[in-house]
């Protein structure tokens, strides 16, 4: 997992440059949305189960035919299963969000998901709905709190339905 100020340093590194304007502003960027990263995390980590449990039954209440016999969450262990996966997308994203780099949600969501939903015929667009209604949960709160910093929630949630959106599953 790489945070904001390693991917910088090291895309330098690699070419042999010092930082330049564009580098030392980006850095300036980081820095000065720490202490609302911070402020989000915590709302997520406190919420945690209250941003899954209204997912969870937004997504449902859209898409019941999911719940239904032949959809992907029928049976107690499918559910349980899709429950689980939201739960995985929420905390990295979380973890992106603090390290200001999505780097750890392709190394550990992204990449093989595409394998493994196909070879469990899992469908693509509950997937992207569900991480919409987590990113959507989230800024709801964030209005609630004062907090005007959406981008920082946007980049990592907006990062996976992007990837997924993409992918020919």
Do not use: W
Request: with cysteine; net charge negative.
């Amino acid at each position: 997992m790489q945070d904001a100020i390693t991917a910088i340093l090291n895309r330098y590194d690699l070419t042999g440059r010092y930082l330049d304007k564009a580098a030392v502003t980006q850095l300036e960027s980081f820095f000065s949305s720490g202490l609302d990263r911070i402020k989000i995390a915590e709302i997520i980590n406190n919420q945690a189960t209250n941003i899954l449990k209204e997912a969870s039954a937004q997504l449902y209440e859209e898409q019941p035919e999911l719940l239904r016999p032949g959809g992907n969450s029928y049976t107690t262990r499918r559910y349980a299963a899709c429950l689980r996966d939201i739960e995985y997308y929420l905390r990295y994203t979380s973890y992106a969000l603090i390290a200001g780099n999505t780097n750890i949600l392709d190394q550990r969501v992204l990449n093989g998901l595409k394998d493994t939903y196909n070879s469990l015929s899992v469908p693509l667009a509950p997937t992207v709905r569900s991480i919409q209604l987590l990113q959507e949960i989230i800024e709801e709160e964030l209005e609630l709190q004062s907090i005007t910093r959406k981008d920082i929630v946007q980049e990592p949630f907006q990062h996976l339905i992007n990837a997924l959106s993409e992918q020919d599953l």
